[in-house]
């Protein structure tokens, strides 16, 4: 799972993650940055800010089952798909060789209820699509890592969540309340925990409703190699 921020896993499709990783599914997150921008008060001190949302990150993790939590310390609010970006994606992924990665929609800007789409979730979108193709499978691209000993890894599928147009839901009915736990991990980011419970219960039912199940999380699913 590649994101902005600390929470945008699980406010995205945690309840997914935690319904594969309850299967077997090793499953790693990258957080592009670590929400040092996510306050209220100018005067708060960014340093402890990214510590505290680190900290919430990971207790998150630990709910949903992700084995590892990486931290690429990219500027809040700032953040760009460049090459640095891109290089620090590509070596995550060649370490830990994934059959699918998982990111937000990198196409979507209104969501269908309204929401602007951060443009930091969407270079994060857009840095993990151009990871994964080409750069994750090319030698050539960023050739030093490829001569250290990290060889070229090809992503199979590449699961689009918040998508403008989704093309498979995951039945999530079981995993609700586990999504609904991670989220409240997220202190610092819940001003109105009992509110964002509801919208995320509401959300889930009614993407459910659209196939016949309790819960759904939907996705764009890209297959790059059949």
Known sequence: ???????????????????????????????????????????????????VRESEQRAAAEVIGYRAVHFLHQPD???????????ALVRVI??????????????????????????DHRAAAAAAVDAVYPAARNAMAFPH??????????????????PGEPSEWVDVSGYVDRKVRALQAHVSQLRDPASVEQR?????????????????????????DR
């Not at 609010?77 to 290089?87: C, K, S, V």
């Not at 509401?202 to 016949?212: C, F, K, N």
């Open 145 to 162: 890592l490829a001569k250290s000993g990290l060889a070229p890894h090809v992503v199979r599928r590449i699961y689009l969540f918040w």
């Open 77 to 87: 609010g700032a953040l760009e798909n460049d090459l640095p970006l891109r290089e």
């Open 200 to 224: 995320v219960r509401d959300r889930l039912a009614e993407q459910g409703s659209l196939v016949g199940v309790a819960a759904a999380e939907p996705f764009r699913v890209i297959r790059i």
């Open 94 to 119: 060649r370490e830990f060789r994934p059959d699918a990665v998982v990111s937000p929609d990198p196409t979507v800007l209104f969501t269908a209820e309204g929401f602007i789409q951060h443009t």
């Open 1 to 51: 799972m590649i994101v902005a921020h600390p929470d945008d896993a699980d406010f995205g499709p945690a309840a997914t993650i935690a319904s594969w990783t309850d299967r077997g599914t090793v499953a790693e997150l990258v957080c592009c940055t670590s929400g040092d921008a996510g306050a209220d008060d100018p005067d708060t001190d960014p340093v402890e800010l990214a510590q």
